[in-house]
């Protein structure tokens, strides 16, 4: 069975600062790799995905994230944290041996960004 | 351009009632998804509509849940004789593709969400 597990609840992180989100996978056969903020009173936004090639993929708002297969992790990255990318973050898979269409969320991890 | 659009946004009813919670894809995508969202949780899959055909149903709960897509645009979710642990946020999300591999790769576009509370 395929899962995704985000093990922060919440990051905290100083404005300037990098961030790091992390995400592991378990999913049968190749996966395909999402990331989707939340902003509150707003709908899911997603942010960038990994189908294949490239480990490193850039995605919207300067954020940017790292398949590792061999740690089964796809961590969210930002060189400098903004107040404004306070919101919560959800990484999600999908594998080709799931029945196709079927996508996973992990919990969501709460970003708090400090000025 | 318009974004997936649902109503209502807010939906109150009585255990044991009936409701039907409506959603207006992104105009030309042909898939279309919908899930439950709980508070502190990530959005659970649903159920998945390639056209007019729920291609992927294995994600509703019981036979309580139903959803249509007739004319391959709009969708509508139905709730029969209503639990108060229904009580949630139910998103729906559209795509351009719907069928084929590729379709595995292509990101949902997000509604706002109808937050239903089963008194």
């Known amino acids: 069975a395929q899962s995704v597990a985000q093990p922060e609840d919440q990051v905290n992180v100083a404005e300037g600062n990098p961030l790091t989100v992390k995400c592991t996978y378990s999913?049968?056969?190749?996966?395909?790799l999402f990331w989707y903020v939340q902003y509150p009173n707003r709908g899911l936004q997603f942010l960038l995905k990994?189908?294949?090639?490239?480990?490193l993929v850039k995605g919207s708002y300067g954020f940017e994230a790292e398949f590792n297969k061999s740690q089964t992790s796809f961590h969210l990255k930002k060189p400098s944290a903004l107040v404004s990318d306070s919101a919560l973050y959800f990484c999600?898979?999908?594998?080709?041996?799931?029945?196709?269409?079927?996508?996973?969320f992990g919990a969501g991890t709460r970003l708090f960004v400090k000025a | 351009g318009a974004g997936v659009s649902q109503t209502p946004s807010n939906k109150v009813t009585e255990k044991g009632k009936y409701v039907e919670l409506r959603c207006d894809p992104i105009?030309?995508?042909?898939?279309l998804y919908w899930y439950r969202q709980s508070l502190g949780q990530g959005p659970e899959f649903l159920i998945y509509?390639?056209?007019?055909?729920?291609?992927?149903d294995s994600g509703l709960p019981n036979d309580r849940f139903f959803a249509v897509r007739p004319e391959g645009s709009v969708s509508t979710l139905k709730i029969q004789r209503t639990e108060r642990g229904d009580s949630a946020v139910y998103l729906c999300?559209?795509?351009?593709?719907?069928?084929?591999?590729?379709?595995?790769?292509?990101?949902?576009?997000f509604g706002p969400g109808t937050r239903l509370t089963v008194l």
């Open positions: 509509f390639q056209g007019t055909g729920a291609a992927d």
């Open positions: 999600a898979v999908r594998g080709l041996n799931t029945g196709g269409f079927k996508t996973i």
């Open positions: 990994y189908i294949t090639g490239d480990n």
């Open positions: 105009s030309g995508h042909t898939a």
């Open positions: 999300a559209s795509s351009l593709r719907a069928s084929g591999r590729e379709s595995s790769y292509n990101e949902q576009f």
């Open positions: 999913v049968s056969g190749n996966p395909y």
